[in-house]
């Protein structure tokens, strides 16, 4: 049983990769065969420079959408075979220019007619076995090009968390966790000022009973975070006391909370959600950045009761509704 084979696309760069070593083993017997002193890996390298010499390591690696190590290994043993030759930049001394040596511009004459052979092969291949795949391996590259794997794969794995975390609205039994969660990261970072102190004493009246709500992530059976959105005057509402706890972190409870509170201003018939956020909180101000907020320079002057500094943030709720409208 061929596992790589059987394993479909979650192996599919170990299925090319192999293609490409059974191909390149065959090319290594084809030069050996015909006496010519050249590694198929040397290839992509050594064609450039008989087509664009002198050219320089970055633009080496660049052309050929390679590592720059990669560039300086192959090169190094063009260099050590006596194929290529690198000399100084005039205009920038820190800058190697490479180019054939005068044996490699002899070998290029004695690989021309295997080149063209092996091309001829390649393409009778093709042709007959799978004639799209060149087509399709540009639209492949060209879809990497737009998003590499790794993020496709961690989008995915973004909304498998994301379907992990349930929001709960506010119950008597979670003004517990409300308190709980906000002195967490109150007390790491800053202290806990009188206003804080209000609002984590009395949610029901600094939050619920002026039409606000307050939002619970529950992760794995634990409530791990929470957010409460409050109206302010007509149009806008303010995102404020969000929290997430330390062990939670990175497991996109904070995200779900934040768009919850949006759907819920939304509910409120707000236009705009503000919330006011703090220089030193880089994680949760890059997570409202992403989430469409924007920072309001210079901030307008309003006493908000805390000593911390200030900054503020808007969300206009219209445009993102036209924006996920026409996604």
Known sequence: MDII???GPLAIASRLKRLSDRLMKDAELIYRKEGLPFQPRWFATFYLLWQKAPIG?????????????AVNQISGDLEKAGLLVSLRDREDDRRRLLSLSPQGKELIARLLPVWQDIEEAARDLLDTHAPNLLGDLDRVESALDEKEMSRRVRGLFTNR?????????????????????????????????PVDERVLSDPQGQVLKRGGKILFARLDGEIVGTVAVVPQEEGTAMLTKLAVTEKARGRQAGRKLVQA??????????????????????????????????????????DLGYKRPSILMTLDLNLLHHAEKWK
Do not use: C
């Open 261 to 302: 509170a949006i759907e819920r201003a939304r509910a409120l018939s707000a236009r705009t959600l503000r919330l006011h956020t703090n220089p030193k909180l880089a994680a949760a101000n890059q997570l409202f950045r992403q989430m469409g907020f924007s920072q309001v320079t210079p901030a307008p002057r309003k």
């Open 161 to 193: 968390q994301q379907e992990a975390v349930e929001i709960l609205d506010y119950e008597p039994r979670y003004k517990a966790a409300f308190r709980r969660l906000n002195l967490e990261w109150l007390e790491k970072h800053f202290e806990v000022e």
């Open 57 to 69: 390591i970055t633009e080496i690696a660049r052309e050929l959408g390679v590592t720059h190590p």
């Open 5 to 7: 084979q059987s394993l």
